[in-house]
């Protein structure tokens, strides 16, 4: 099983404050004060949180004069959405042969 590692997607969205950044850049991309106007935190804080979920591939950046315009990485949602994809698909694997076990009723 993998561990930890500087990057982590998962790790990353484990923050309320990061998931919600990420809800509003699903929405459109937005700079730091766009963001920091939605969210009840200040814009250093939103910042740092930028920071993490750009260091795990989850947002990309660019300039636009002198603000950075921060948008989701598409290849990193795509990527997620895969993994919990194979999650639920061994999760009903699992339900699927609990239900299939012979039961007292059913033998």
């Not at 923050?15 to 814009?43: H, K, M, N, Q, T």
């Not at 910042?47 to 603000?67: I, M, N, P, W």
Request: charged content about 30%.
């Amino acid at each position: 099983m993998a561990t930890y590692q500087e990057g982590d997607s998962w790790e990353a969205l484990g923050d309320p404050s990061r998931r919600a950044i990420v809800e509003c850049l699903a929405e459109r991309p937005r700079a730091v004060g766009e963001i920091a106007d939605e969210l009840p935190i200040s814009r250093p804080a939103v910042s740092q949180h930028l920071k993490v979920l750009k260091e795990a591939g989850l947002v990309t950046d660019r300039a636009v004069g002198t603000r950075r315009v921060y948008r989701l990485n598409p290849a990193a949602m795509a990527a997620l959405r895969d993994q919990l994809d194979t999650y639920w698909r061994r999760a009903l694997d699992g339900f699927q042969d609990v239900i299939d076990q012979p039961t007292e009723e059913n033998p």
